[in-house]
């Protein structure tokens, strides 16, 4: 997923987060359930999305940003 997400951004940032350790940050992102994937702080997929699903969401986010 990562690499997917690198080539579909330029200079897009990674993080993964470990909800055991983070538990309220994971929650204030609306991360109830587990993978869960959000994009500029919004919970985008709350299950694991095809690289395909992945790449279109950053690249329609990345479009509207500019």
């Known amino acids: 997923m990562k690499a997917a997400a690198q080539t579909a951004v330029e200079g897009l940032q990674w ?3 470990n909800v055991l350790d983070e538990m309220d940050y994971a929650v204030d992102h609306g991360v109830l359930s587990m993978p869960a994937i959000a994009i500029d ?3 985008v997929f709350s299950s694991l ?3 395909q699903q992945l790449r279109a969401a950053l690249i329609r986010r990345s479009a509207k940003e500019q």
């Open 15 to 17: 993080r993964e987060v």
């Open 49 to 51: 999305p095809t690289p």
């Open 41 to 43: 702080g919004e919970l």
